[in-house]
Structure formats: C-alpha cells, structure tokens
C-alpha cells in the first residue's frame, strides 16, 4: 500500500502561481504511476496530469497543458503539480493519486489516494 499526502494548496488571486506536493510512505514510490486529479464543487473529480514510473513520460489534460507541470523525485517519494497562470475555474479540492500507467484519466485507473488539498483562486 502507498501512503499520499498532500500539501501546497492555498488561496491565490487569477495569475497567480502555486506549486502542489505529494509526499508518498509505505510501498516503493518508483512502482507506480502517479496522478493530479482536482474535484469542485457539485462536478465530477477530473483528471488534471500523471506521470510514469520514472518520471520521463507525461499525460497532461488539455485544459491545463499549457499552464499545469507535473514532475517527480523517486529519491524523495514526492511527485509535484507546479501552475501558472491560474485561474477562478481552477478552483478545486486536488488529489493525488498512485496507479499503474500513466496514461489512464479516469479516476478507477489510479489505486491509492490522498485526502486532498484546496486551491482557491480569486478573480
């Protein structure tokens, strides 16, 4: 089992940036896949960005792609989500979640979850 936690989140205006971690305990860090997924209120959690084992290939949501990083430190169990440009739509509890292959965007992909952090950006 993998244990996630999140931190970083926080109220910022539109424009702002703001980077997410994802400390990971328990199994080892390296097997899995891992993923950002973001949930606001009264809409369906939405996948936002994953990442491979090894950190080399990315699968970045459209809505985000040209604003949203994430990357990975196997050494330090820790994968992180930097924004820019934010904004009121990204407005959202965002998780992170470990799986299996990077390349799934469905929630039922990923096995493992964090509790969540907030993101309130102000207009």
């Known amino acids: 089992q993998v244990q996630l936690v999140e931190s970083g989140g926080g109220l910022v205006q539109a424009g702002d940036s703001l980077g997410l971690s994802c400390a990971a305990s328990?199994?080892?860090?390296?097997?899995?896949?891992m993923g950002w997924f973001r949930q606001a209120p009264g809409k369906e959690r939405e996948f936002v960005a994953a990442?491979?084992?090894?950190?080399?290939?990315?699968n970045v949501a459209d809505s985000v792609k040209d604003r949203f990083t994430i990357s990975r430190d196997n050494a330090k169990n820790t994968v992180y989500l930097q924004m820019i440009s934010l904004k009121p739509e990204d407005t959202a509890v965002y998780y992170c979640?470990?799986?299996?292959?990077?390349?799934?965007?469905?929630?039922?992909?990923?096995?493992?979850w964090g509790q969540g952090t907030q993101v309130t950006v102000s207009s």
């Open positions: 990442i491979s084992r090894g950190g080399l290939s990315t």
């Open positions: 979640a470990a799986g299996d292959s990077y390349v799934y965007r469905t929630p039922n992909g990923y096995r493992y």
């Open positions: 328990g199994d080892t860090f390296s097997n899995y896949a």
